[in-house]
């Protein structure tokens, strides 16, 4: 069964269409990334799957539920890294980790001794260990995002969404916050990421969403849709690919 499916989904905001006709099917071990200029309907695809924006036709569906779901499902379906997250938080980044365990939890919601490994294990990956007793208010925003995506592995979902996770990232981070995402994919995760850097969503991706103007442009795996025509048409700007054999893309001057 798909972690995702969505079948001819339009969608919008107060009767203004954003989505129309948008078809995605994510399976285990599958990394969509989901490409397209500003305005083009991708962190509102990314408020369809998490139940924030029901479809107005088609239908979208997590394993064998019907979106929207009640918090309580949803949290064993899908972890999140929204696009912005809370600045002025007290809680440290221990125990932003840690909330991540709440779907498993007990009625008394006290993590386990394994859930603090696991939570602690999270914040060494991502390199904002040093961070566990720190309020997360007195970091910096690319140290708050990394507590984020801790957070959201440790929740352990089957499906994985990031809407832009490496905002904020200086270029090392960037490179081990992808390499860990795609760790997961390799173990059988499925994610659904937004990205606005061509070369970062060709070092992530199996698979790619080409969205312009709320309609899919191309979709499928990587090497047939990062290329240099489409993105070129996607973007509107003349494109060329650096390599050929590893997916780099670069802008070409206009004169």
Request: glycine share 8%.
């Amino acid at each position: 069964m798909s972690l995702l499916h969505l079948a001819q989904v339009d969608a919008g905001y107060a009767g203004a269409p954003v989505h129309r006709g948008v078809d995605l099917t994510i399976e285990k071990g599958q990394a969509w990334v989901v490409l397209g200029p500003n305005g083009a309907g991708k962190s509102t695809l990314v408020r369809v799957v998490m139940g924030l924006v029901a479809p107005t036709r088609g239908t979208a569906t997590l394993g064998s539920h019907a979106l929207p779901l009640p918090p309580h499902v949803l949290s064993g379906l899908v972890s999140w890294v929204p696009q912005s997250t809370a600045e002025d938080t007290a809680f440290t980044a221990l125990e932003l980790a840690l909330m991540g365990a709440a779907p498993r939890l007990g009625p008394w919601g006290v993590p386990s001794d394994d859930e603090h490994r696991l939570a602690l294990a999270a914040l060494d990956e991502l390199d904002v260990r040093h961070l566990e007793h720190r309020s997360l208010a007195e970091v910096s925003g690319g140290e708050r995002r990394r507590v984020w995506l801790a957070r959201a592995l440790v929740q352990r979902a089957p499906l994985l969404v990031l809407d832009e996770p490496t905002a904020f990232l200086d270029v090392r981070h960037q490179v081990e916050t992808l390499a860990a995402v795609r760790s997961r994919v390799e173990q059988g995760l499925g994610v659904l990421a937004v990205l606005h850097d061509v070369n970062l969503a060709a070092h992530l991706a199996t698979h790619v969403l080409l969205l312009k103007q709320g309609q899919v442009l191309a979709q499928g795996p990587r090497k047939e849709v990062l290329t240099a025509e489409r993105l070129s048409e996607l973007y509107d700007v003349p494109m060329h690919a650096a390599t050929a054999d590893d997916g780099l893309f670069a802008p070409r001057p206009v004169r």
